[in-house]
């Protein structure tokens, strides 16, 4: 029976912290590794140990395995923790682990590498009985045998990457003459994330739900299923919202799609937790999409409905020790509910955003797993998902109510977020009722405006920023009158818009970190963080523009491109003297694992590059220009 007593997790932010949380109160030692962007994250704050693994981008770092083996050896660590994501489903990890007498805390190499491809996985499923989409998994690989494959399944279709997930490497494709660009697309995305190429081609299920059921298995030949958890609603593929129970189960459907579930754990002989996702449409028809044989990001929501710690299964799993339950003996009580916080900007594409959390202030009463801290800055080079909030009621209603005030309550300033869509989509007439699909926020959140400046937040702004001014100039202050030190009209710029705003008098106090106020009889308190010119409101950026000669906005493209957020340039499609058309594409940009391409604003010829394949670029610089 395998003993362990030091464990190094392989991996960073949210689950790193929440894997570290149970080890320790199992009285486990843990080890943190990190790059060179992480150093003062969260994670390895919380590590009895951690070890320096490289720089930021994640080939030298989190992906390196040489590294990795080696903060263990010089740790004592006798034990891997993958997470989700990274190394998690590398088979080649799992092995290296083994060999160097690591106890890796997870399924058999055998089983990684069998459900890691999703050509492979999909024979496997087939053979095994478990309904599947029709489509191709073959090995030719050429485009020409894409092509009539498609043809052959017909449109629309999905290209998905054997090797992906998360969203990478998978187009949706309607019509023929879009296949090509897109399978190059798929191809380059699953080449950067995963080193490998290949594809797969589905029939595309118009709007389905997506529906997975949780596996554990023992290495005594146990294998159960602790429910399922219903995660439609996605954006590009990455689940946003997950809840548990799915809202439109029965018990006929659980048993079905459990026993499904079963049959593809024991086509490998399933060892540790993994989850089996499965595409759920109207008629109540189920197909195999993929297994993941690893922790899921949205596990606590079955953890809040059976009331299991999951990790801590995959402990005493990875010990040797039986499954704690039978099928008979799992119970699922209440409803419980999470929302993925990303730092992105939905009205900009969902855009990946990077900067510092200035204030961080976790809602009281529910759950929230994270890796964050005052002072902390995202970067660009991983994953945009900063943290989970999580509730659980006794009906899904319930959840839904708690989560709706936790989210609004959540406090995190100097970054962009989803926050406010993560509010808009539970309040939807239709989440509310249940009814819902994985074209849900494409259906009814395909354009989402800037977020405007309410009229309480201008007045708030305009009262800190002349309250600032008047402290400074402290004989301006009386009865918040006129001066010339402190002037009574304010140009305040609110994402993007300005705002011309009378300083009048407005009963405020602000411990530095709160503004509290009165405004129409009515008293309120804020988040908020005052730097000079800059202030930061829930949602909001306030630029103080009042000293600045105004300008006047452009009204038509320069023909300059800027980067739009940190990254890496990975492709450069033109040269300088070539003539281009506004829409055409100039630029690939790498960030946070997925691929943005930048086109022509305007029609005219290259005037300058200032980037080459390779490059990392900070947000708003200039790539290149045209004339």
């Known amino acids: 029976m395998p003993t362990f007593s030091k464990i190094l997790i392989a991996n960073r932010g949210e689950i790193a912290c929440r894997i570290q949380r149970t080890a320790q109160a199992l009285g486990y030692r843990t080890v943190a590794i990190y790059s060179e962007a992480d150093a003062d994250a969260l994670h390895v704050q919380m590590a009895d140990e951690a070890v320096n693994i490289g720089p930021a981008p994640v080939q030298q770092s989190y992906l390196n395995i040489a590294a990795i083996l080696h903060a263990a050896k010089i740790t004592g660590a006798d034990a891997v923790h993958p997470g989700y994501g990274f190394l998690s489903e590398n088979p080649a990890f799992a092995r290296a682990c083994q060999q160097a007498g690591l106890t890796f805390i997870g399924p058999s190499v055998e089983a990684i590498e069998l459900m890691g491809s999703k050509r492979l996985s999909k024979l496997a499923m087939l053979d095994a009985g478990v309904p599947c989409i029709a489509g191709y998994q073959g090995s030719a690989q050429d485009d020409t045998t894409l092509q009539q494959e498609a043809d052959r399944i017909g449109y629309p279709l999905m290209i998905k990457a054997s090797a992906g997930g998360g969203g990478r490497g998978m187009r949706l494709v309607h019509h023929p003459k879009d296949l090509l660009a897109n399978l190059h697309t798929a191809r380059s995305e699953a080449h950067n994330a995963f080193g490998s190429e290949e594809l797969i081609l589905e029939h595309a299920l118009i709007n389905p739900r997506h529906v997975e059921v949780q596996l554990f298995g023992d290495s005594h030949g146990h294998l159960i299923y602790l429910g399922e958890r219903d995660c439609s609603i996605q954006r590009r593929h990455q689940k946003v919202i997950e809840e548990a129970p799915c809202p439109v189960m029965t018990p006929a459907l659980r048993q079905a799609m459990g026993e499904a579930a079963l049959k ?300 739009p957020m940190d990254g890496a340039i990975v492709d450069v499609r033109v040269s300088a003297g070539e003539s281009v058309t506004k829409g055409q594409l100039l630029l690939v940009l790498e960030a946070m694992k997925m691929e943005h391409p930048l086109v022509a604003g305007i029609d005219g010829v290259i005037k300058g590059i200032q980037v080459i394949a390779g490059d990392q670029v900070r947000n708003r610089q200039v790539l290149l220009e045209i004339e």
Not at 348 to 360: A, C, I, K, S, Y
Not at 386 to 400: C, D, N, V
Not at 403 to 423: H, I, P
């Open 264 to 563: 593809a754990g024991r086509a490998v002989n399933y060892v540790g937790a993994g989850t089996v996702e499965f595409l759920l449409d109207r008629k109540g028809q189920f197909y195999f999409l993929e297994m993941n044989t690893r922790l899921q990001v949205e596990h606590p929501v079955t953890e809040l409905i059976t009331g299991l710690d999951l990790v801590a299964w995959q402990l005493h799993i990875a010990a040797g020790q039986p499954l704690p339950l039978q099928q008979h003996d799992v119970t699922l009580t209440g409803h419980a509910m999470e929302v993925r916080l990303y730092a992105e900007d939905p009205a900009q594409g969902f855009l990946p955003q990077t900067g510092e959390v200035l204030r961080w202030e976790p809602a009281p009463g529910v759950r929230v797993d994270h890796g964050l801290h005052e002072g902390r800055r995202i970067s660009p080079f991983y994953d945009p998902m900063l943290g989970k909030i999580i509730a659980h009621g006794a009906t899904r209603e319930e959840a839904r109510r708690k989560l709706l005030r936790a989210v609004e309550d959540t406090v995190l300033l100097g970054v962009t977020t989803n926050q406010q869509l993560l509010a808009d989509l539970l309040k939807h007439p239709d989440f509310v009722a249940g009814d819902f699909s994985t074209g849900f926020i494409a259906e009814h959140f395909s354009e989402i405006p800037p977020r405007a400046a309410s009229n309480d937040q201008l007045a708030v702004a305009a009262a800190l920023f002349y309250q600032q001014s008047a402290n400074r100039h402290p004989h301006g202050l009386a009865g918040w009158s006129n001066s010339a030190s402190a002037p009574s009209t304010l140009r305040l710029e609110a994402n993007g818009e300005i705002h011309t705003l009378s300083a009048a008098p407005l009963h405020l106090t602000t411990d530095g970190r709160h503004a509290t106020f009165v405004l129409n009889g009515i008293r309120k308190r804020i988040a908020c963080h005052l730097d000079g010119t800059q202030l930061w409101l829930p949602g909001l950026h306030v630029t103080d523009r009042t000293q600045q000669a105004a300008h006047r906005q452009a009204d038509v493209s320069t023909g300059t491109v800027k980067a």
